[in-house]
């Protein structure tokens, strides 16, 4: 069965999805990304749809399900490379996703995770760094 790679980047996971998405890739990356957030204490999740040219309703629930997933497991998700078309089509179907962060690129997605993380270590009064 396919897999989409889960790379680790420091205290981040770092998600590419070359392929087209179908329902049971998507359960598999959910459960993936979940185990691996898991397994590394990752505070952060960059998922790049740059090569999505569709997204469907099933899609971008399961995307806002990794996000929930990720927070309950004390990390953040930022979605990345989100083409107009997709962007569109979420709109119109009137799908929400909540608590999945955006950004532009990958170099944006990386400070948004960084920023996220800082904030987190301030509101905690500790002495963390991000990397």
């Given at each position: 069965m396919e897999r989409i790679p889960i790379l680790r980047m420091g205290e981040f996971l770092l998600v590419t999805i070359q392929v087209d998405m179908h329902d049971r890739l998507a359960m598999r990356l959910q459960d993936d990304l979940t185990e691996k957030i898991a397994e590394t204490g990752a505070r952060g999740v960059m998922i790049d749809i740059s090569s999505l040219e569709i997204v469907d309703s099933f899609i971008g629930r399961v995307l806002a399900n990794i996000a929930s997933m990720s927070r309950v497991l004390d990390a953040q998700t930022v979605v990345v490379g989100m083409q107009p078309a997709v962007a569109i089509t979420l709109v119109e179907l009137g799908l929400e996703l909540p608590g999945v962060l955006t950004?532009?690129?990958?170099?944006?997605?990386?400070?948004?995770?960084?920023?996220?993380?800082?904030?987190?270590?301030?509101?905690?009064?500790?002495?963390?760094?991000?990397?």
């Open positions: 950004a532009l690129n990958v170099d944006k997605g990386m400070e948004v995770l960084r920023g996220t993380l800082a904030k987190a270590v301030e509101e905690q009064g500790g002495d963390r760094h991000p990397t």
